[in-house]
């Protein structure tokens, strides 16, 4: 399973020089299969630079969407493939009691906030709630569940060839809670996280920002180490940086997560920062691919 | 950036998420509240409860649905233990309704409580998830109001 950071940033996109290293695009990274297919994990507006990327071939790809706020949406409407007749999209998300996913996604892509109307896309474009029980997308497992972070809100777990991606990058499992002392069977989104080869997750805010942010559904370095370090992942890279994080104080943010992460006792070059067009190989393990 | 690893499952079967967020809400609650899952088991139960019942939940740990209802009553004005089909939580965990009533229980040590419960189910997309039930000190004139 091969792994490419598409955007990073979280909220909003916030190009510009002072954020050029670690990256302005929102929530987007590109998975890519044992088998060669292709999982996109939403579509902010990092999707944009990997459709440009994706052949001009026919192609099936996936799309899972965690929730849909505009910073994991904004880019389907600016994604190559989805205006090639012969690229077959299937996007899931979460359900919910209000509407279909579908008509959700539809009203960003509608006017007035759209030129384009879901109906004309020229690709096969088809909506999927995520089940509760795990599926399969070509040689991967799936599996999704509900976290904590306001509306209905996924995270996901991808098993494929004996390594694991979990990808949790809107989540504040603190709230109310102390994740240190609980049980994990109690801790939101450790069920998808535990033992991943590789953690995706949340890590928006220092510690002095978080209070004033308490509630909005993400994490302070100190709970997304807390967590982290309860989900046992090989390694952890902290994702949907702050808009108004620049990459010096990102950087320094950086280095608060490392020595926090020695301090707990843990090899600190097992957690940083997620880098836009950042690349990771988790490898196959053949005893469990076959 | 190749990730050595070693291939591992997850050993965690989280709770869902409804049942955590209602835990945490409940956790810092000063009313006394309890949360069943939905097989009916009390998976929890706050530290106002844990007063109210003389024992703390860490003390009693889960307890299955047949057990629960006798641990401290609950019974009538009468003194009649009130039938465990009856009692609020049950109905709201097995019907998908709310419901309320009055009774009373004993805690740990002997001491009776006159309570009014309110019990509603947790509902989701995927169907019922368990419920709460939240009590107060009965009214003075024993109506549920």
């Known amino acids: 399973m091969k792994v490419k950071l598409w955007g990073t940033?979280?909220?909003?996109?916030?190009?510009?020089?002072?954020?050029?290293?670690?990256?302005?695009?929102?929530?987007?990274?590109?998975?890519?299969?044992?088998?060669?297919?292709?999982?996109?994990?939403?579509?902010?507006?990092?999707?944009?630079?990997?459709?440009n990327a994706l052949a001009a071939e026919p192609?099936?790809?996936?799309?899972?969407?965690?929730?849909?706020?505009?910073?994991?949406?904004?880019?389907?409407?600016?994604?190559?493939?989805?205006?090639?007749?012969?690229?077959?999209?299937?996007?899931?998300?979460?359900?919910?009691?209000?509407?279909?996913?579908?008509?959700?996604?539809?009203?960003?892509?509608?006017?007035?906030?759209?030129?384009?109307?879901?109906?004309?896309?020229?690709?096969?474009?088809?909506?999927r709630h995520c089940p509760q029980a795990e599926w399969e997308i070509g040689p991967a497992r799936i599996r999704a569940a509900s976290v904590a972070h306001r509306g209905p809100t996924l995270g996901y777990r991808i098993d494929d060839a004996g390594s694991s991606l979990a990808y949790i990058p809107d989540h504040e499992p603190a709230l109310g809670a102390d994740i240190d002392t609980l049980e994990d069977e109690w801790i939101s989104g450790l069920?998808?996280?535990?033992?991943?080869?590789?953690?995706?997750?949340?890590?928006?805010?220092?510690?002095?920002?978080?209070?004033?942010?308490?509630?909005?559904?993400?994490?302070?370095?100190?709970?997304?180490?807390?967590?982290?370090?309860?989900?046992?992942?090989?390694?952890?890279?902290?994702?949907?940086?702050?808009?108004?994080?620049?990459?010096?104080?990102?950087?320094?943010?950086?280095?608060?997560?490392?020595?926090?992460?020695?301090?707990?006792?843990?090899?600190?070059?097992?957690?940083?920062?997620?880098m836009e067009r950042a690349e990771y190989e988790l490898p196959v393990h053949t005893a469990l691919a076959s | 950036m190749l990730i050595p690893t070693i291939s591992k499952v997850s050993n965690v079967t989280q709770k869902p998420l409804e049942l955590i967020l209602a835990r945490n809400l409940m956790s810092a609650l000063s009313t006394p509240a309890f949360l069943v899952d939905e097989g009916g088991v009390l998976v929890f139960y706050n530290e106002a409860a844990g007063i109210m019942l003389g024992k703390r939940f860490e003390e009693l740990g889960t307890v299955g649905p047949e057990e629960w209802g006798s641990l401290f009553g609950p019974f009538d004005e009468?003194?009649?233990?009130?039938?465990?089909?009856?009692?609020?939580?049950?109905?709201?965990?097995?019907?998908?309704?709310?419901?309320?009533?009055?009774?009373?229980?004993?805690?740990?040590?002997?001491?009776?409580?006159?309570?009014?419960?309110?019990?509603?189910?947790?509902?989701?997309?995927?169907?019922?998830?368990?419920?709460?039930?939240?009590f107060w000190p009965a009214a003075s004139n024993g109506s549920a109001g």
């Open chain 1, 191 to 274: 069920g998808l996280a535990h033992n991943a080869s590789l953690l995706i997750h949340d890590g928006q805010y220092t510690d002095d920002e978080y209070p004033d942010h308490l509630g909005w559904g993400h994490s302070s370095l100190s709970h997304a180490i807390s967590f982290a370090r309860r989900a046992e992942a090989e390694r952890t890279l902290l994702f949907h940086h702050d808009p108004m994080h620049s990459d010096a104080q990102l950087d320094e943010f950086a280095q608060g997560a490392r020595e926090r992460w020695r301090a707990l006792g843990g090899d600190p070059d097992r957690i940083e920062l997620a």
């Open chain 1, 59 to 127: 192609t099936r790809l996936h799309i899972l969407l965690t929730h849909l706020h505009l910073d994991h949406i904004q880019g389907l409407v600016f994604f190559a493939p989805a205006f090639r007749a012969q690229t077959e999209i299937v996007i899931w998300g979460p359900s919910s009691p209000e509407a279909s996913l579908r008509d959700r996604i539809s009203r960003y892509i509608s006017a007035p906030l759209s030129p384009v109307e879901v109906r004309e896309l020229p690709c096969d474009v088809s909506f």
């Open chain 2, 78 to 134: 009468a003194g009649e233990p009130i039938p465990y089909d009856e009692l609020p939580l049950v109905v709201a965990v097995r019907n998908g309704r709310p419901a309320h009533a009055n009774f009373e229980i004993s805690s740990a040590d002997g001491t009776h409580h006159s309570v009014e419960a309110s019990a509603f189910p947790i509902l989701t997309a995927h169907g019922s998830q368990g419920a709460i039930a939240v």
């Open chain 1, 9 to 51: 940033r979280g909220s909003i996109p916030s190009p510009g020089p002072e954020t050029i290293r670690y990256g302005g695009n929102t929530s987007c990274v590109g998975v890519t299969l044992s088998d060669g297919s292709m999982l996109a994990l939403d579509a902010g507006t990092g999707i944009r630079s990997l459709g």
